[in-house]
């Protein structure tokens, strides 16, 4: 998918400026489908813009300049439904941590601990935003209430096992055989 699809899912939802539209999938309720840049969303909105995909009107605001408001056309939304009934690609996960996990006994238990300790936090913190996000009024779609309580769901997971597990990379780490876990 890309940030072109995004800016249409976005806008397919309600108006909005291109600072909004940064926002919301930089760091917002949009951030976890697509990695969309703040030198990504400008263009592609100015291309879907001469593609007759969205339009843009300028709003006056007291004491600033005119803001940039973008809509959705009808042309837009089909393109947006269009680009949704494709098979979307496999999800790509990268992570950092599992590079310094790969590598525990390299750099020793305290840098492990360490990224432990870091990587929990993060997790605990994403899945913070998510629960803010499910508490937010404004979206009461099923498909969205769905889709929270399947990240939910799997940063929940996530941490558990990393709580329950670290043992074993910190062992890996000490230069210490990880036995494998026990099923559950």
Excluded: W
């Excluded at 998510?130 to 929270?148: N, S």
Aim: proline share 5%; net charge negative.
């Amino acid at each position: 998918m890309s940030v072109r699809t995004l800016c249409l899912a976005i806008l397919n939802f309600g108006d909005a400026t291109g600072y909004e539209i940064r926002k919301l999938s930089t760091e917002g309720k949009y951030s976890y489908f697509v990695d969309a840049s703040f030198g990504s969303i400008y263009p592609a909105l100015a291309r879907l813009e001469a593609e007759g995909l969205v339009t843009v009107r300028e709003e006056a605001q007291s004491g600033k300049p005119s803001r940039k408001v973008y809509s959705i056309t009808e042309a837009g939304r089909a393109e947006f439904i269009r680009d949704l009934s494709q098979l979307p690609a496999p999800d790509i996960y990268r992570s950092p941590f599992l590079l310094v996990a790969m590598c525990a006994e390299m750099v020793g238990p305290d840098v492990i601990r360490k990224a432990i300790d870091a990587r929990l936090e993060h997790m605990r913190g994403d899945l913070a935003k998510l629960e803010a996000i499910a508490g937010e009024p404004c979206d009461h779609r099923p498909a969205a209430r769905f889709i929270l309580e399947y990240g939910r769901s799997c940063m929940t997971e996530d941490i558990r096992f990393l709580e329950a597990n670290r043992h074993r990379l910190e062992d890996i780490a000490r230069g210490r055989p990880a036995l494998p876990q026990a099923a559950e």
